[in-house]
């Protein structure tokens, strides 16, 4: 676990603010380790800290949370290089014990009266427990405590299916995966919800972090709560006027999708038409109009949304035969309070005590209560008395408790089915993708249909394919657009084994947040059985690693070509076919591989800058029809610990893309996921376009060539540039953050003249034009967006010099003395990034993301 502290003063109190308050599972061959540290705790030297249990309390995902608080001085721990562990031994009533523990590092601690604070927090399911706690730092000194904790339902919690099993103790990060009903037995045929994703605070610019968890909890709950055969999902925001996200066939894998979606949303930008619009909110009413129109009605629809927030086109008049087919069900939430920490209400259930930790009687505060009149006697909105008009049921949720009282309501009011109902494909809404092309009705020519469906056939069909196109691939590049998301667990880094992180995360979607997200843009060709790459425009490709390229962040290759022809050029490949499934209304062949690492070209690199290969297996899913290839997944075998990974998984969409006459066979989308070794997660995708085919004058160039040139160039004008040079340079046009990728070209013209102050000479006018490209093109989660530049070439007489530069860092001089320099005290310095000393980074906010014509920068020649 990487963890992150900072000290904040708080009265008396200074919290250690770590990136993670989530205790998590000792691994099995630890935990004879970790018994003997509970054995010999009565032996050790004591450290003095407070505990405050916290009782356990329901959630939006109707699990119940407990945790502790621990208090302690931190005269104890002055200095650097501190680290204090947190053991938990969880015994349920008649069971064995489960041992959960977390190590924080502390950041430096200067001599203070203060404390600190450090929180935990873990689920159990229902029942009662009993539970040892062990801290003890990097000096081995511990403090211990014991209490009890009771989870218990009440009301009509008690009528639901519990979201874990009796006396079970999990931790944050494994929650279990919902929404997947067993095999068999009666569920709801068709369920549509509605979610208007809005943030808690009305001007928030984004939805915060705990709102859009909450949504994902609630939603895997009404998953898991009201089982269906089918469920649709459309998630919209009333102020864009947009809907966020749609999925017929929604499931709880599809849930880290929703949180993605959420997260990219930028509040504080409206478009043009939505203000134009704005007398008339129409999103919520198509939605509704949308759903009554369905080729198979949805047995029940259910709006989430904020109560007074929901609004209605006063003109919408639905046919009201068509809304009574479906039971319509509106939960009106309350932002203020329904997403407060629940979690922690109340007081803790603490009994009983060791003598060596100091027990304290209360937990930490509940919700604050908010102002106005309580939650149902608030005055109905606009969509409340549109639902009074069709009999629909409104159901107010303030709290977890009146969220699974609804569900509980709704449960009892719907009928069931034993069968599943025939599929119905909806129409997407016109913020969704266009559905794939429809496939033709008559088979290919070549044989009869019986013949061309043999699965042996179409694979060879496909097979034969792919390798005509591996001949036509090398004279063919595309531009190459990355979108990287980087993830952190929300319950900060793991201490864990990549077993048991892939194996928690083949039962259940781990529980991410986004951290940033950054464009690249790229040009790709095939040269000598490898992938070559430059950014975008250059005038030639690069002899580095794609990885020396673009140092910084998850990047793969293989996406344009080598991967899929490393699939059919094996020399042993072993293909199994795995039968028929249909994939966005398309019937397809399945057919899984394994290629061992033996016979594997699959490599990755080390965090020492080496290679290793490994193997890899996947599916292959093709058009039996045509014998066209349309998915192919490949997930690496588990990687060892030199790497930074423990597998890496690829999803590629494929497309047809006629080049030349030529039916080029193109990656249409990629994702590549890498699952990090602490937890995080990186997910690139990658989409291919304006491919384009080289032609007889065409050169290819290599890094080397590109820079002989331009030194002859230099050589011939009697440019020098020296090093050490002061360089003004100002944007000629602007540069928009939106729509930016790391690659694109920039331009810009010298301020003032380029000059050898050494020699007293002009060595470029002022005016000149000057050429470079984006590094670096990001937003954080924190909103800030960040742009990274450099300059590349200078024009002199008609051509391209080239132009070294470094940003002038200097600090100003607040005044000069006969003694020397004073340099400026206090001034906030920026490290560049690792690779980065030679760009220029600006860092925006979203109400200013661009950099407008006209900024001046100010730079140093540098040596070549």
């Not at 929650?175 to 045929?189: L, V």
């Not at 609630?218 to 469920?231: C, E, F, K, R, T």
């Not at 459309?234 to 864009?240: A, P, S």
């Not at 690492?597 to 193997?615: C, F, L, P």
């Amino acid at each position: 676990m990487r963890a992150v502290a900072a000290l904040r003063v708080t009265g008396l109190t200074v919290a250690i603010c770590a990136v993670t308050t989530a205790q998590s599972l000792v691994e099995p061959g630890q935990i004879a380790a970790t018994e003997d540290r509970f054995a010999s705790a009565v032996r050790a030297a004591r450290l003095r800290c407070s505990f405050s249990p916290i009782q356990a309390s329901l959630g939006y995902d109707l699990e119940y949370q407990t945790g502790y608080r621990i208090t302690f001085p931190l005269s104890q721990e002055v200095g650097t290089g501190h680290e204090v562990t947190v053991l938990l031994r969880v015994i349920p009533d008649g069971r064995a014990p489960v041992y959960l523990g977390k190590t924080e590092a502390l950041p430096e601690v200067p001599v203070t009266k203060a404390d600190g604070e450090l929180t935990g927090n873990f689920l159990v399911g229902e029942g009662s427990y009993s539970l040892d706690a062990l801290v003890h730092d990097d000096a081995k000194r511990v403090c211990t405590s014991k209490w009890r904790i009771q989870a218990k339902p009440s009301g009509g919690e008690r009528e639901l299916k519990p979201s874990a099993p009796p006396s079970s103790v999990r931790e944050i990060s494994s929650q279990q995966a919902m929404g997947a009903p067993a095999q068999g037995g009666s569920r709801i045929e068709r369920l549509t919800i509605l979610l208007h994703a809005a943030p808690a605070r009305p001007q928030a610019a984004k939805v915060e972090q705990a709102t859009a968890t909450m949504f994902e909890h609630s939603l895997a709950s009404i998953l898991n709560q009201l089982p269906a055969w089918s469920v649709r999902l459309v998630v919209f925001n009333l102020n864009q006027q947009a809907v966020l996200f749609q999925k017929d066939d929604f499931t709880a894998a599809d849930l880290p999708r929703v949180a993605e979606a959420m997260e990219q949303m930028e509040l504080a930008r409206v478009d043009v038409r939505t203000l134009q619009n704005r007398h008339k909110v129409d999103v919520l009413s198509d939605l509704i109009d949308k759903e009554t129109r369905q080729a198979k009605p949805a047995t029940a629809v259910i709006l989430m949304a904020p109560r007074s927030a929901a609004h209605l086109d006063p003109s919408f008049q639905p046919d009201p035969q068509q809304m009574a087919v479906s039971r319509w069900f509106y939960l009106p939430y309350h932002p203020a309070t329904s997403l407060m920490p629940q979690r922690f209400g109340g007081r803790g259930m603490a009994s009983g005590d060791d003598g060596t930790g100091d027990m304290s009687p209360h937990g930490r505060q509940g919700p604050i209560p908010m102002a106005g009149p309580p939650l149902g006697a608030q005055p109905a909105d606009a969509v409340e008395q549109f639902y009074k008009r069709i009999k629909g049921e409104t159901l107010s949720v303030g709290t977890p408790h009146e969220f699974a009282e609804a569900l509980r309501r709704i449960s009892a009011e719907l009928p069931a089915v034993k069968a599943a109902p025939a599929p119905v494909v909806s129409a997407p809404l016109s913020a969704e993708p266009k559905p794939p092309a429809v496939e033709p009705t008559e088979p290919p020519a070549g044989g009869e249909l019986g013949v061309q469906e043999n699965p042996v056939e179409v694979l060879m069909r496909l097979r034969d394919r792919v390798l005509e196109h591996a001949r036509k691939v090398p004279n063919h590049i595309c531009v190459e657009t990355v979108e990287r998301q980087r993830f952190e667990p929300v319950v900060g880094r793991l201490h864990k084994s990549c077993e048991a992180l892939l194996d928690a995360r083949s039962r259940s979607a781990p529980s991410l947040r986004r951290d940033s997200t950054d464009w690249l843009r790229l040009d790709v060709g095939l040269a000598d059985n490898h992938e070559i790459f430059s950014w975008a425009g250059a005038a030639h490709f690069e002899e580095r690693d794609l990885d020396e390229i673009v140092p910084e962040g998850a990047i793969g290759t293989g996406l344009f070509a080598t991967l899929l022809l490393s699939v059919f050029e094996n020399r042993n490949p072993h293909y199994q076919f795995a039968g028929e499934e249909t994939v966005d209304g398309r019937r397809l062949f399945t057919y899984s591989f394994k290629v061992p690492q033996a016979e594997s070209h699959y490599r990755v690199k080390t965090r020492q800058k080496d290679w290793i290969v490994t193997g890899y297996e996947g599916e292959l899913l093709v058009n039996p029809r045509t014998a066209e290839l349309v998915r192919i997944n490949v997930r690496t075998d588990q990687l060892p610990d030199s790497t930074s990974s423990c597998e890496i998984d690829t999803v590629m969409e494929y497309g047809i893309v006629p080049l030349d006459g030529f039916d080029y066979l193109l990656p249409q989308s990629t994702r590549q996921r890498f699952i990090g070794r602490e937890g995080d997660e990186a997910e690139n995708r990658t989409g291919f376009a304006s491919c384009r085919e080289y032609r007889g004058e065409s050169t290819l160039t290599f890094g080397g060539s590109a820079d002989a040139k331009g030194g002859a160039a230099r050589n011939r004008l009697g440019v020098a540039l020296p090093a050490g040079q002061a360089a003004v340079i100002e944007l000629t046009k602007a540069i928009a953050f939106q729509g930016s990728a790391a690659g694109d070209p920039i331009e810009g013209r010298l301020a003032g003249p380029l000059r050898d102050t050494q020699r007293d000479v002009t060595l470029a006018p002022q005016g000149a034009k000057v050429v470079g490209r984006l590094m670096r093109v990001e937003t954080r989660a924190t909103g800030q967006y960040s742009i990274a530049l450099r300059w590349e070439t200078v024009e002199l007489d008609g051509m391209k010099v080239p132009l070294s530069l470094k940003p002038n860092r200097a600090i100003p001089d607040l005044r000069r003395s006969p003694q020397g320099t004073l340099q400026r005290r206090g001034v906030e310095i920026e490290l560049p990034r690792a690779g980065e000393e030679h760009y220029a980074v600006y860092h925006l906010t979203g109400k200013d993301s661009r950099l407008e014509a006209g900024l001046r920068t100010e730079w140093v020649t540098i040596e070549p």
